[in-house]
């Protein structure tokens, strides 16, 4: 690797600052023109070559260009497969339903039905929150603070992000938010209130068509939720006749360490909506699970263009026969995860002053500042310099956020986190 990372140059990046939108985000903390990516190395066009601990924000859960995938994917192209289909029946399609029954459902004894919505995970939700109200009759849905679930009107509502809901234009209603999980401090069960709203005919609270949430958030901040808190929220849904849809787009495939990452809690939810990962390639294609009895859909329904991407389905069966057909994948996550999280907290015990903290579950961690609220995009932008590209999250800024692929070495994991370490170091007195 060089030693010099320096943003490419006025005129690499001139067109993107002439011509796009000022909507741009990612391009601006991370001022690369880059080219080619390899499992978790991204490689600028100059020849540069960043270590990825970003991974898509959590669509890039097996790298880039996995070539477990590729050759898959170009065979079919090749062979001159069918692309786009809409909901029509392609090979393709079949192979994905059948790869999806035989080594995710039916080993973890689920049954649901699929539903292929538009191509990204906003428009899971979206269809998830239609078919909710529509099976109960309600209107009203149940989302937590600090949730993340997308930014179209419907997905938007339930998401707590100041930014975005401003940016809507419109009155976002027909949603209740109630503080998540350790929102209120440790010690405090914040499901009592939503009981106390529930049982009581005169609280106020329009009973919710559904409950949805994430059990990890990601954008959040890396908030996860326990396993006594989900199971008691599970009990409370079902006694009262509510929906429980799961948001597994971030952090689902794999990326706390089992394929849901509700699988950790043990609960079944109504609905589960997947995207990101779930192509395997990073191509668009998102999903969502509904129990049989509830699948109260009329033909067409909810439609889209896009909801038939044959080479997503190529790919994500290729995922499926290759990573999830026994646990071998499962455990190597385990021992990295190992590997991440111990690194970190030595991390934090090297600077007491900042009064870092570290939390996370499998490849999804959060390195967290409270004392600092800068200190995250800080190390993110140092880190840049030293040739690894890490992201931010959390309501401040205030963790840096690790999301690299699941396939990484440990060697490129050990050497980003040398980074980090060596970036934190640089920081430190600034912000003692």
């Given at each position: 690797?060089?030693?010099?990372?320096?943003?490419?140059?006025?005129?690499?990046?001139?067109?993107?600052?002439?011509?796009?939108?000022?909507?741009?985000?990612?391009?601006?903390?991370?001022?690369?023109?880059?080219?080619?990516?390899?499992?978790?190395?991204?490689?600028?066009?100059?020849?540069?070559?960043?270590?990825?601990?970003?991974?898509?924000?959590?669509?890039?859960?097996?790298?880039?260009?996995?070539?477990?995938?590729?050759?898959?994917?170009?065979?079919?192209?090749?062979?001159?497969?069918?692309?786009?289909?809409?909901?029509?029946?392609?090979?393709?399609?079949?192979?994905?339903?059948?790869?999806?029954?035989?080594?995710?459902?039916?080993?973890?004894?689920?049954?649901?039905?699929?539903?292929?919505?538009?191509?990204?995970?906003?428009?899971?939700?979206?269809?998830?929150?239609?078919?909710?109200?529509?099976?109960?009759?309600?209107?009203?849905?149940?989302?937590?603070?600090?949730?993340?679930?997308?930014?179209?009107?419907?997905?938007?509502?339930?998401?707590?992000?100041?930014?975005?809901?401003?940016?809507?234009?419109?009155?976002?209603?027909?949603?209740?938010?109630?503080?998540?999980?350790?929102?209120?401090?440790?010690?405090?069960?914040?499901?009592?209130?939503?009981?106390?709203?529930?049982?009581?005919?005169?609280?106020?609270?329009?009973?919710?068509?559904?409950?949805?949430?994430?059990?990890?958030?990601?954008?959040?901040?890396?908030?996860?939720?326990?396993?006594?808190?989900?199971?008691?929220?599970?009990?409370?849904t079902k006694r009262h006749g509510i929906l429980l849809i799961l948001d597994e787009i971030q952090a689902g495939i794999g990326r706390t360490g089992k394929f849901f990452a509700f699988e950790w809690s043990g609960i079944v939810p109504d609905i589960i909506t997947l995207s990101k990962s779930l192509s395997a390639y990073g191509t668009p294609m998102s999903l969502v699970l509904i129990r049989p009895e509830i699948d109260v859909w009329k033909p067409a329904a909810h439609t889209g263009t896009f909801r038939g991407n044959n080479l997503?389905?190529?790919?994500?069966?290729?995922?499926?026969?290759?990573?999830?057909?026994?646990?071998?994948?499962?455990?190597?996550?385990?021992?990295?995860?190992?590997?991440?999280?111990?690194?970190?907290?030595?991390?934090?015990?090297?600077?007491?002053?900042?009064?870092?903290?570290?939390?996370?579950?499998?490849?999804?961690?959060?390195?967290?500042?409270?004392?600092?609220?800068?200190?995250?995009?800080?190390?993110?932008?140092?880190?840049?310099?030293?040739?690894?590209?890490?992201?931010?999250?959390?309501?401040?800024?205030?963790?840096?956020?690790?999301?690299?692929?699941?396939?990484?070495?440990?060697?490129?994991?050990?050497?980003?986190?040398?980074?980090?370490?060596?970036?934190?170091?640089?920081?430190?007195?600034?912000?003692?």
């Amino acid at each position: 690797m060089n030693k010099t990372f320096t943003p490419s140059s006025d005129a690499d990046l001139a067109p993107f600052n002439r011509l796009e939108s000022e909507v741009r985000s990612y391009v601006r903390a991370f001022p690369v023109l880059f080219d080619r990516g390899l499992n978790t190395t991204l490689i600028a066009a100059d020849g540069r070559e960043y270590i990825d601990f970003f991974g898509g924000a959590g669509a890039l859960n097996y790298g880039h260009n996995n070539p477990a995938f590729k050759q898959a994917l170009l065979d079919y192209i090749e062979r001159d497969g069918i692309v786009h289909s809409l909901d029509l029946a392609t090979n393709a399609k079949k192979a994905f339903i059948e790869a999806f029954e035989k080594h995710i459902l039916q080993p973890r004894g689920l049954e649901y039905k699929l539903q292929f919505p538009g191509p990204t995970g906003t428009n899971a939700v979206e269809a998830a929150l239609k078919l909710a109200r529509q099976a109960t009759g309600s209107s009203n849905v149940v989302a937590f603070t600090n949730g993340f679930h997308g930014v179209s009107a419907g997905a938007l509502a339930a998401t707590g992000y100041k930014d975005f809901r401003t940016a809507s234009g419109i009155s976002l209603a027909n949603v209740t938010m109630l503080p998540y999980d350790g929102y209120l401090g440790e010690g405090i069960d914040t499901l009592d209130y939503f009981e106390k709203l529930l049982d009581d005919p005169n609280s106020g609270l329009d009973k919710p068509a559904a409950v949805i949430l994430e059990a990890v958030q990601g954008e959040g901040g890396i908030n996860i939720a326990s396993t006594q808190w989900l199971r008691r929220l599970r009990e409370l849904t079902k006694r009262h006749g509510i929906l429980l849809i799961l948001d597994e787009i971030q952090a689902g495939i794999g990326r706390t360490g089992k394929f849901f990452a509700f699988e950790w809690s043990g609960i079944v939810p109504d609905i589960i909506t997947l995207s990101k990962s779930l192509s395997a390639y990073g191509t668009p294609m998102s999903l969502v699970l509904i129990r049989p009895e509830i699948d109260v859909w009329k033909p067409a329904a909810h439609t889209g263009t896009f909801r038939g991407n044959n080479l997503a389905f190529v790919t994500a069966k290729a995922a499926f026969d290759v990573f999830w057909s026994d646990t071998k994948f499962q455990d190597e996550i385990a021992r990295k995860s190992a590997v991440l999280e111990g690194e970190l907290k030595t991390i934090a015990d090297a600077f007491p002053a900042l009064g870092l903290s570290v939390r996370g579950r499998g490849l999804m961690f959060g390195l967290v500042c409270d004392k600092h609220r800068t200190f995250a995009s800080a190390v993110s932008k140092e880190a840049l310099s030293r040739g690894l590209v890490i992201e931010t999250a959390g309501s401040y800024g205030e963790v840096v956020k690790f999301m690299t692929a699941l396939t990484i070495t440990e060697g490129d994991l050990r050497r980003g986190l040398g980074i980090i370490r060596d970036s934190i170091s640089t920081l430190a007195a600034k912000f003692n």
